[in-house]
Structure formats: structure tokens, C-alpha cells
């Protein structure tokens, strides 16, 4: 028998696979497909203090190895979030989930996740401050020490649970930037949030998407964002739970190796809706191959010597 | 919704940059029609969504236009097998049809029309259609129609066959209890505009999922923000904001 339970913060989960924000609503339409407790746990749609329609469509574009998105955070409100979608989702998720905040001011952070904070199905709150789709704030928070700092220490303070700083690739050092977090109290680290990319249209000359540039995501930037798994974990103590193009069970070993306590799975979702589930179940047979009995063992394994 | 693999039959052209592909696999997702399929192709990320144009219990037609790389590979492919997600989208409902309710397709929008037209037959209505293209070598399913037994207008923009103009000047003087449209938008916009009854739209937006997940293909209507995916592709005329 393989050990695949890691922890986080205390919180313990049978395994490290979690389905990443914006890429698994709240659950629901993938728990009409499969048995979603299997999951280590999961991380719902980015939650904004009102609700947010988004950006114009189409805010979707292919690339090669992944895709664009622009949605832009469309999101129904914390309040419904907390009165209906996190009642429902305890009739078919039975474990706690990672709530994902955005907001676009220090008090509206703040005042999400004081919400939030009082919710008993929410195990950890990952605060996003990396959206690259929306203006005035998501990654204007990200990119800067001082404010990454700032929204890190408002929300710890009107806060109990683990805070996770969400992080964004489009810096020049995201080490600094997680370094930042962690003086300012985060508990732990989530990243890479999108990168900033874009596509245009050869017949009509044109962006693809509406907004015109969006978050690139997809197996094609896994190599970038192990990269920053692997120079964040040098540099802090905190857990990271790291993200970006994961698609395979050989992939949350590499991603862990380089440092990450868990791993989120993004775009994957939305082309095979039971990526997550076959990760999960590849994953036993990829430790085997690769001798490894206990997944905790092998967190920021290829530092070693 | 449900992943299934298809083995393709047959792929055909069936007019200007049109092919109708036939595919066989377990189709008991599909539970109304204007539903849609979405497509893994071979070396894209992305699947592609295309609306089913008829299925029985072990066989889909799809029809569609190469408009981008995803239709151009889909359209090479002779044989071998598809990856699936079928079933998804909320489809056309039957039950407002009244009893002459009138279907009125545009360009590839015609053919999600097709089986929706089988099933009002079938419920005992008396459909009529109106299939509208921009020429003659653009033409598809006109036959299938007619062979139905129901009235088939064609219209083509430049007159080159059937009535000259668009699918709105065909409606003019038809008389009718409700329709079933789908099509480019500025022609959905038009019979909006056109039509006197209650009817049902069927949408088109570039999706990521395809079936809920991603929030990519949001648009607005009257009674809130709807997926084109999941909540729609069709959407009633009452409901819609253009």
C-alpha cells in the first residue's frame, strides 16, 4: 500500500489532487459524473464581495498545448456563494474545500473573507491576488511587494482559518513576491495563477478574445510554473501547493518533488471532465513505478543534494 | 452528459465547405434535439462543439462548416475514433410548439433543425421550415427535409435559387404557432424582429468546456446570466438581451 495523504496547515487530505479555481465551478456538474470526495479536496470558483458578470465574450482562445481565458472573475457575490452554493455542495462534497477570493480594494478582500472565514465547510482560503483578467486589482495586488504584503496582512487579521496567497508568473521575481506573503503572515502559498498571453484571429486580424489578452494556462506552461515551484520553495518555509498545466499523475510527482504539499489541476478539467478522478487513480501506479511509498516523503525531493 | 467513443462511418462533403459525418457509438445522453456534442480532436487542446443534426440509439449525424483548424482536421478524418462528451446543452423544448410551429435555420444552423423537425412529426405537429444560405453551392439537407413530408422554403442572398433574400423575407406571408431558429447572429437578431409568435433561439459562443465548468460562453438575459453551454444553446425569445 502507497501513502498519498498529505497535510496542509494541519488539514489533513487523502490525497494532494485538487481541482483549481475557475476550472470546477462548485463541484456540481463535475459530481454528476463522479464521486468528487475522492478528491483531496477542491477549490471553487473565484468569489468576489458583489457579483460580477465578467467580461465580454468570446473570452475563450486554443493554443498549442492549452488555451486562453478571459472570463474576468464572473462569480454571483459572496453572500450567495455562502447562503446557497456552499449549502448545496455539502449534499454532494462531504470534505471541507478551499474557498478562492478576489477582490479590488484591500476592504473588499477583506470583507469577503471575513465572510467566508465563518463558514464551516471551507478548510483554507486562497486568496487571489493574480487574476490577469480584470482591471484595478486581481494581479495589480500580485505584482507588487507592498501590496501583496498589504492584502496578505488585512486579511489575516480578520481572519482564523490557513490563508494561501494565490500568486501570479507575470513578475519579474515571484520569489520576492512569495517572500513578501510569508513575512506578512500567509500560511501558505498557492501558485501559478495564469500567464498573461493572447491570440489573434487571421481572418478578421483581431484579438480572439473580447479583452484581448488573457490567462494562458494548459500543459504548455507546466515547465514555467514548476520552475517558480521549485525557486519559491528554496525561499520560503511555508507549504506550497503548486499549479500550472499539471494534467498526469507523473506530473504531481514532479510538481511535489519540486516543492509543492499539494497540487492543483486546472484546464485539464475542461477538456477531460474526469482528469482529476484519473489522475487520482493513476496515481498509486505512478508512485510504484517511480518508488515512492509515501507522497510526503518526496515534497521538494529534488532540492536534496 | 456522458464521454463516449464514436467510431466514424462516414465522412462526407455535402456542399461548399460542408461535410456531414456519421458516427456510431452510444448516443443515450442526447435527450432532446438541439443538443450538442464536444470533440477531442488529435493535436488540439480544446474540444469542438457541434451541434447533433440526428441520432438513434447507436448512431450520430453531424453536420458542420469548416470555419477553423478543429472542422479542418474533422473534416479529413475518413475513419477511427472520436472521444465524445454527449449529451450537453438544454435543447429545443417541443412542448410550446402549438400545432404548425415554423423552423427556420440558417447556413449551419440548419442542422440541429433536422431532427427537431423528425420529433414534432412524430408528436403529431405539422412543421414547416425555411433553410436560408447565401448561394446555391451552399445548399444542404433540402431533400432530407422534403423527404419528411413537410414544406421546405429555400432562400438564397443572391437569388441564385429558391426565394431571393434572406430567411425573413420567406417568412413574410407563412403563418405559424411558434418556432425553432438557429443561425449567425444578425440573422437570429432579423427574426426576432421578424417573427409575431413566441419562439426558441439556439446560440452560438466559443466555449472551453462545454458543459458548465469554465464560465466561458456567459451571456446575459432578462431572467440572469445563462451558460450558452449548460443553460442554454437555446434560449427563448422573451428572455433575450442583444
Excluded at chain 2, 453536420?63 to 449529451?87: A, N
Excluded at chain 2, 430567411?167 to 405559424?176: E, I, N
Excluded at chain 2, 456567459?218 to 444553446?233: A, E, F, H, L, V
Aim: net charge neutral; glycine share 10%; aromatic share 8%.
Amino acid at each position: 500500500m502507497v501513502d498519498t495523504k498529505v497535510t496542509l496547515s494541519g488539514w489533513e487530505l487523502d490525497n494532494p489532487v485538487i481541482p483549481a479555481s475557475g476550472t470546477f465551478g462548485f463541484g456540481k456538474e463535475f459530481a454528476e459524473l463522479y464521486d468528487i470526495n475522492m478528491l483531496g479536496t477542491f477549490s471553487f470558483k473565484g468569489t468576489t464581495l458583489n457579483e460580477r458578470f465578467g467580461n465580454e465574450t468570446p473570452r475563450i482562445a486554443e493554443c498549442t498545448a492549452g488555451m486562453i481565458n478571459s472570463v474576468g472573475l464572473q462569480n454571483p457575490g459572496v453572500e450567495h456563494v455562502v447562503k446557497y452554493e456552499l449549502q448545496e455542495m455539502k449534499k454532494y462534497f462531504h470534505k471541507k474545500v478551499i474557498a478562492n477570493v478576489s477582490g479590488f480594494s484591500i476592504d473588499e478582500y477583506k470583507q469577503t473573507c471575513e465572510i467566508i472565514d465563518k463558514q464551516d465547510n471551507v478548510g483554507i482560503i486562497e486568496v487571489n491576488i493574480s487574476c490577469p483578467n480584470v482591471h484595478n486589482g486581481g494581479m495589480a495586488f500580485g505584482t507588487d511587494t507592498k501590496n501583496a504584503a498589504e492584502v496578505t496582512k488585512a486579511v489575516k487579521a480578520v481572519t482564523t482559518k490557513p490563508v494561501y496567497i494565490k500568486l501570479s508568473p507575470n513578475v519579474t521575481s515571484i520569489v520576492d513576491i512569495a517572500k513578501a506573503c510569508e513575512d506578512a503572515g500567509a500560511d501558505g502559498l498557492s501558485l501559478i495563477n495564469t500567464i498573461l498571453g493572447m491570440r489573434i484571429d487571421l481572418n478578421k486580424k483581431k484579438p480572439v478574445v473580447a479583452n484581448k489578452m488573457g490567462g494562458f494556462s494548459g500543459p504548455a506552461i507546466f515547465p514555467v510554473a514548476l520552475r517558480m515551484v521549485y525557486q519559491v520553495y528554496e525561499a520560503v518555509k511555508i507549504p506550497i501547493i503548486g499549479m500550472g498545466g499539471v494534467s498526469s499523475a507523473d506530473d504531481v510527482i514532479e510538481m511535489m518533488l519540486a516543492g509543492a504539499t499539494a497540487v492543483q489541476v486546472g484546464a485539464a478539467n475542461l477538456v477531460n471532465p474526469y482528469a482529476c478522478k484519473e489522475i487520482i487513480e493513476n496515481l498509486e501506479g505512478s508512485m510504484k513505478k517511480y518508488g515512492i511509498s509515501s507522497l510526503k516523503d518526496i515534497i521538494g525531493g529534488a532540492h536534496n543534494g | 452528459m456522458e464521454r463516449v467513443v464514436f467510431k466514424i462511418k462516414n465522412n462526407i462533403k455535402i456542399a461548399k465547405n460542408v461535410y456531414e459525418m456519421t458516427l456510431e457509438g452510444n448516443t443515450s445522453a442526447i435527450t432532446k434535439s438541439g443538443q450538442f456534442v464536444n470533440i477531442l480532436i488529435e493535436g488540439l487542446y480544446l474540444r469542438r462543439p457541434i451541434s447533433v443534426c440526428d441520432y438513434d440509439s447507436n448512431s450520430l449525424t453531424l453536420v458542420y462548416k469548416v470555419v477553423g483548424k478543429g472542422t479542418e482536421v474533422l473534416s479529413k478524418m475518413q475513419e477511427g475514433e472520436l472521444d465524445v462528451l454527449v449529451g450537453l446543452g438544454n435543447g429545443y423544448d417541443t412542448s410550446f410548439a402549438g400545432q404548425r410551429p415554423m423552423l427556420i435555420g440558417g447556413g449551419v444552423g440548419v442542422p440541429p433543425l433536422y431532427n427537431l423537425c423528425k420529433k414534432l412529426i412524430a408528436e403529431g405537429k405539422k412543421p414547416s421550415v425555411i433553410l436560408g444560405f447565401n448561394c446555391k453551392d451552399e445548399i444542404f439537407y433540402e431533400e432530407e427535409f422534403k423527404k419528411l413530408g413537410v414544406e421546405v422554403y429555400v432562400t438564397t442572398v443572391n437569388g441564385e435559387y429558391g426565394i431571393k433574400g434572406f430567411v425573413t423575407d420567406a417568412l413574410k406571408d407563412k403563418d405559424y404557432t411558434y418556432f425553432y431558429t438557429c443561425g449567425p447572429e444578425p440573422m437570429l437578431k432579423a427574426v426576432y424582429n421578424a417573427t409575431k409568435t413566441s419562439g426558441q433561439f439556439s446560440f452560438e459562443e466559443r466555449m472551453g468546456c462545454g458543459f458548465g465548468a469554465c464560465m466561458g460562453c456567459s451571456c446575459k438575459t432578462k431572467y440572469g446570466n445563462k451558460r450558452i453551454c449548460k443553460d442554454g444553446p437555446v434560449l427563448v425569445k422573451e428572455e433575450i438581451v442583444w
